[in-house]
């Protein structure tokens, strides 16, 4: 297997990077979270709903997908590992992670673990040089094409 080097600091301020971004996604600041993709960045969560383009599109996914969760006093927490880096001569950052997602239902000491999920990102920088999603597409492990049910 051939891993080739990246710049000093770039894999701890991708770690950085999602450690925010998954709190405030966590947190319910669906605005924060969008503010942390391109203007025109692509969001595809959930192999049952067509990707979100553009930051309020994100935002509107978000708060109709979450709305389930309200009644139910759940808490969620994503859990990324085992983040695989790679840069392309444009600068651009091709991330492939693991998350697993624990959800949290009130008054309930053990959480659910699941959905396992491997999230493919592209990162580029900003006009101020700051990380940000070009785009994000999560596969998840139970919708896995050709595996058995």
């Not at 493919?120 to 999560?138: K, N, Y």
Request: hydrophobic share 40%; with cysteine.
């Amino acid at each position: 297997m051939t891993i080739t080097a990246l710049p000093t600091g770039l894999y701890a301020e991708v770690l950085s990077f999602y450690g925010h971004q998954m709190q405030k996604l966590d947190g319910r600041d669906f605005a924060g979270y969008a503010a942390t993709f391109t203007e025109d960045g692509e969001f595809k969560h959930s192999p049952t709903l067509p990707a979100a383009h553009t930051r309020a599109g994100i935002i509107a996914v978000l708060e109709d997908f979450h709305r389930k969760f309200d009644a139910r006093r759940i808490q969620r927490r994503h859990w990324f590992n085992h983040v695989a880096l790679s840069q392309a001569p444009d600068g651009s950052i091709t991330a492939t992670s693991y998350c697993l997602v624990l959800t949290v239902h009130a008054d309930v000491k053990e959480p659910e673990f699941g959905p396992s999920c491997v999230v493919h990102d592209v990162l580029v920088r900003g006009e101020d040089g700051e990380l940000l999603l070009r785009s994000r597409h999560v596969s998840h492990d139970h919708a896995f094409p050709g595996r058995p049910a």
